[in-house]
């Protein structure tokens, strides 16, 4: 009996040492929370600037007439394409063919004129000391002279004339897309007036004005003369539609802004594009991007940093296995990315996934990511093993549950109280 009472009491003295270290286990103890990092460099990165932009005819024509009358045709088809020189409008000729008749014979009398003057003179000249006076040959070469005068008189107004017959023909003098008519057959132009009879709009190539504020160009400036902006040798810009869609055209710099504007702040730079498909129209509102030159920075994900209230850039690195959140400079964007000028420096470890819940000096775990195509943070891919994570055995704590152990009884069994089987008489066991 006294034996089977030291081996109860060592039973349950065993019990409570082995439940020891499960209560000895700090209370509401986390591990540290994982994060997505990666390394950062210092890299050369384009810096582009986006612009708001307005598209304009590289050339834009009103059609006035430059001689009076009545219209009589219109000879085009509004909104087709028509080359320089295509006939648009017939005014009333008979009048001018009138005037270019009576010039001709203004010019035919003055070449008689001419002939007359010019054979009185010669014998004049030869009869000079017998029988004519040096006063007579010089009256003589004076009435050549305006003879000649006369005639260079009329052929002016000829061709005077000629080209007002000619302009009663009104052309266009660049190729475009030609409007509506803004008169109609049966109406009186005169010449020079006001209002246009038509226009023509040239929209291949077209040029598009981008307005950049003039505190962002000093900016610019600034950067140049520290050497922290290297310019392009040319400038482009690229396009994006109104429908969020990129012009498939690059465009080339036509003339840089000299002026800043009194009523917006910003200067005003023209730009060229190719249209073949007529896709820009003149008034249409676009956005261009402008690469400006190559700044050496560091690329940060706008996922990755954070603004406070007042608009203060910063982001969160890891140091030593702690997060530290570092203040940052950003010069502009590139591809969802800040452009980082100061706050970070090479060999750095950012945090860009895990940022929830993040406080300044907190343990963190480390785990290594990068960006896909798409901007995604994928976890890094790690080396493959000998075999595969699947036919790995089971370790004991991760035993299957579908295999109970052969020994033990039935659910709905009760269990045999050993105490209560063996015969009270029965010697107990050492």
Same mark, same amino acid.
């Given at each position: 009996?006294?034996?089977?009472?030291?081996?109860?009491?060592?039973?349950?003295?065993?019990?409570?040492?082995?439940?020891?270290?499960?209560?000895?286990?700090?209370?509401?103890?986390?591990?540290?929370?994982?994060?997505?990092?990666?390394?950062?460099?210092?890299?050369?990165?384009?810096?582009?600037?986006?612009?708001?932009?307005?598209?304009?005819?590289?050339?834009?024509?009103?059609?006035?007439?430059?001689?009076?009358?009545?219209?009589? &045709?219109?000879?085009?088809? /509004?909104?087709?394409?028509?080359?320089?020189?295509?006939?648009?409008?017939?005014? !009333?000729?008979?009048?001018?063919?009138?005037?270019?008749?009576?010039? &001709?014979?203004?010019?035919?009398?003055?070449?008689?004129?001419?002939?007359?003057?010019?054979?009185?003179? &010669?014998?004049?000249?030869?009869?000079?000391?017998?029988?004519?006076?040096?006063?007579?040959?010089?009256?003589?070469?004076?009435?050549?002279?305006?003879?000649?005068?006369?005639?260079?008189?009329?052929?002016?107004?000829?061709?005077?004339?000629?080209?007002?017959?000619?302009?009663?023909?009104?052309?266009?003098?660049?190729?475009?897309?030609?409007?509506?008519?803004?008169?109609?057959?049966?109406?009186?132009?005169?010449?020079?007036?006001?209002?246009?009879?038509?226009?023509?709009?040239?929209?291949?190539?077209?040029?598009?004005?981008?307005?950049?504020?003039?505190?962002?160009?000093?900016?610019?400036?600034?950067?140049?003369?520290?050497?922290?902006?290297?310019?392009?040798? !040319?400038?482009?810009? @690229?396009?994006?539609?109104?429908?969020?869609? !990129?012009?498939?055209?690059?465009?080339?710099?036509?003339?840089?802004?000299?002026? @800043?504007?009194?009523?917006?702040?910003?200067?005003?730079?023209?730009?060229?594009?190719?249209?073949?498909?007529?896709?820009?129209?003149?008034?249409?509102?676009?956005?261009?991007?402008?690469?400006?030159?190559?700044?050496?920075?560091?690329?940060?994900?706008?996922?990755?940093?954070?603004?406070?209230?007042?608009?203060?850039?910063?982001?969160?690195? @890891?140091?030593?296995?702690?997060?530290?959140?570092?203040?940052?400079?950003?010069?502009?964007?590139?591809?969802?990315?800040?452009?980082?000028? &100061?706050?970070?420096?090479?060999?750095?470890?950012?945090?860009?996934?895990?940022?929830?819940?993040?406080?300044?000096?907190?343990?963190?775990?480390?785990?290594?990511?990068?960006?896909?195509?798409?901007?995604?943070?994928?976890?890094?891919?790690? /080396?493959?093993?000998?075999?595969?994570?699947?036919?790995?055995?089971?370790?004991?704590?991760?035993?299957?549950?579908?295999?109970?152990?052969?020994?033990?009884?039935?659910?709905?069994?009760?269990?045999?109280?050993?105490?209560? !089987?063996?015969?009270?008489?029965?010697?107990?066991?050492?």
């Amino acid at each position: 009996m006294h034996k089977t009472l030291l081996a109860s009491g060592a039973a349950l003295a065993g019990a409570v040492l082995a439940a020891l270290p499960a209560t000895a286990q700090p209370a509401g103890g986390m591990p540290p929370k994982q994060v997505g990092v990666l390394e950062v460099a210092r890299q050369s990165v384009p810096r582009v600037v986006t612009l708001p932009g307005r598209a304009v005819a590289a050339s834009d024509t009103a059609i006035r007439p430059r001689v009076g009358g009545i219209i009589t &045709e219109i000879l085009y088809t /509004p909104g087709q394409l028509i080359e320089a020189g295509t006939p648009m409008f017939r005014i !009333e000729e008979r009048t001018y063919q009138a005037n270019l008749a009576g010039a &001709e014979a203004q010019v035919a009398s003055a070449r008689a004129q001419v002939t007359q003057a010019q054979s009185s003179f &010669e014998r004049t000249q030869q009869l000079l000391g017998s029988g004519t006076t040096q006063a007579q040959v010089e009256q003589a070469q004076a009435t050549l002279d305006q003879a000649v005068a006369g005639l260079q008189s009329a052929e002016a107004d000829l061709t005077l004339a000629e080209a007002d017959l000619e302009w009663t023909t009104v052309t266009t003098p660049i190729s475009g897309f030609a409007s509506v008519a803004a008169a109609s057959v049966g109406d009186l132009v005169t010449a020079g007036q006001a209002e246009a009879m038509a226009t023509v709009t040239q929209l291949d190539p077209i040029e598009v004005d981008m307005y950049e504020p003039s505190s962002r160009f000093l900016s610019v400036l600034d950067d140049i003369n520290d050497g922290n902006l290297r310019l392009n040798d !040319e400038l482009n810009a @690229v396009l994006t539609l109104e429908n969020g869609r !990129e012009y498939q055209a690059v465009g080339e710099l036509v003339a840089p802004g000299v002026t @800043v504007s009194t009523s917006t702040g910003s200067i005003d730079t023209r730009f060229r594009f190719d249209n073949p498909d007529n896709l820009l129209l003149p008034g249409m509102f676009l956005r261009g991007q402008v690469e400006l030159g190559v700044t050496e920075a560091f690329l940060v994900s706008q996922s990755a940093a954070n603004r406070d209230k007042i608009g203060n850039l910063s982001a969160w690195v @890891v140091v030593d296995g702690a997060v530290q959140q570092r203040p940052l400079t950003e010069d502009g964007s590139y591809q969802q990315q800040w452009i980082v000028t &100061e706050g970070l420096e090479d060999g750095d470890i950012l945090v860009v996934d895990g940022l929830t819940g993040l406080t300044e000096g907190a343990e963190v775990v480390s785990v290594p990511v990068t960006f896909d195509d798409q901007g995604v943070v994928r976890e890094t891919a790690a /080396p493959d093993a000998d075999a595969p994570a699947t036919d790995a055995p089971p370790t004991a704590d991760a035993a299957p549950a579908e295999s109970p152990a052969a020994d033990a009884p039935p659910a709905d069994m009760p269990a045999a109280d050993p105490a209560a !089987e063996a015969p009270a008489d029965a010697p107990a066991t050492e």
